[in-house]
């Protein structure tokens, strides 16, 4: 029979191999010096942006990196720290990240992974400037529309202009 905390660890480790399976990617955070209540409300954020911030033991965490073959990331694990596993969008997360970076300066950003590639507090700063994926939808929008738009205005200039020159054949022949 298994003790409760070898549950608690096996359960754990489980949990971090599920998310990340069906996660696009992670940030590993180190949070020593950040209080309680602003660790709560980062959960919270996060979890608005369909991200979820786990809090495990290094060794568990290292572990489960290990089954996972995310071994780039082992030693990023070393003091507290968080796992932050995003699923939809990597630059909401990296904004949210960042900004709560800014007000509460024990925030250590170590790296992470996004779809199977490893990356760095540079490249986490860099994902946090990016529009949103709306922002960019709406970008492309415009920018397919503006050639078609011009077209059907030229479409519209020759069809006047047709116009304009039946009716004046129209006035000289009734004249």
């Known amino acids: 029979m298994k003790k409760v905390g070898q549950l608690v660890k096996e359960a754990s480790e489980s949990r971090i191999k599920n998310t990340f399976k069906s996660a696009q990617g992670l940030i590993i955070v180190k949070y020593s010096g950040v209080s309680s209540p602003d660790m709560s409300s980062l959960r919270k954020t996060l979890k608005g942006s369909g991200a979820d911030l786990f809090v495990v033991k290094n060794s568990i965490a290292r572990r489960a990196m290990k089954d996972l073959g995310l071994d780039g990331l082992i030693p990023a694990v070393e003091t507290p720290c968080g796992m ?58 415009v920018a397919l529309n503006g050639p078609i738009a011009k077209f059907v205005i030229v479409l519209n200039a020759t069809l006047k202009k047709l116009v304009v020159c039946l009716d004046q054949i129209r006035q000289k022949k009734t004249s």
């Open 84 to 141: 932050v596993f995003f699923k939809d969008e990597p630059v909401d997360t990296s904004r949210i990240l960042c900004a709560f970076r800014k007000e509460h300066e024990k925030l250590v950003l170590e790296g992470g992974m996004l779809q199977d590639k490893l990356i760095t507090l540079k490249d986490i700063e860099l994902m946090s400037t990016l529009p949103s994926k709306d922002v960019l939808r709406g970008k492309v929008v």
